[in-house]
């Protein structure tokens, strides 16, 4: 399943099928289906169907929320399985801010992205700490 852009999506413009579908790069045949979805058009619209902007932003964003996925700590996101799984021990490899890996059930390629804060995941030591190693 794709993830479309809501930014591409003017707020203040109705949209027919046809502009909606070049603007996300999709078939008509799929804004179709969104509006069997519940994508909301323009009451007495029949031929062309107009879509408002607004509408179209609040739906692909919904549509969105619901394909990510939170990692826990010791998780990756596996590309084979398309699931949270933690990686093959021995396989974890940092380069800049991503860490990859294989997964332990799939041996496929694994990647999550490393925040500054959590970069190590190691907590500094502390005066008390550093003064008993000196």
């Known amino acids: 399943m794709t ?4 930014r591409k999506v003017s707020l203040h413009k109705s949209y027919t099928l046809k502009e909606l579908s070049d603007l996300v790069g999709m078939s008509e ?3 179709l289906r969104w509006i069997e979805q519940g994508l909301a058009t323009v009451s007495g619209s ?6 408002l902007g607004s509408e179209v932003k ?5 549509k969105n929320s619901g394909k990510k996925i939170k990692l826990e700590r010791h998780e990756f996101y596996c590309f084979t399985c398309k699931l949270p799984r933690r990686a093959k021990r021995g396989s974890i490899s940092v380069s800049g801010n991503r860490k990859m890996g294989l997964c332990s059930a799939c041996k496929g390629k694994m990647s ?6 959590k970069k190590d995941y190691k907590i500094p030591p502390t005066p008390i700490q ?4 000196s």
């Not at 993830?3 to 809501?6: L, T, V």
């Open 3 to 6: 993830r479309f852009d809501p």
């Open 29 to 31: 045949k799929t804004c």
């Open 46 to 51: 029949h031929k062309p169907i107009l879509i």
């Open 58 to 62: 609040n739906f692909i964003r919904n």
């Open 112 to 117: 999550k992205t490393i925040h500054s804060i």
């Open 130 to 133: 550093m003064s008993i190693f």
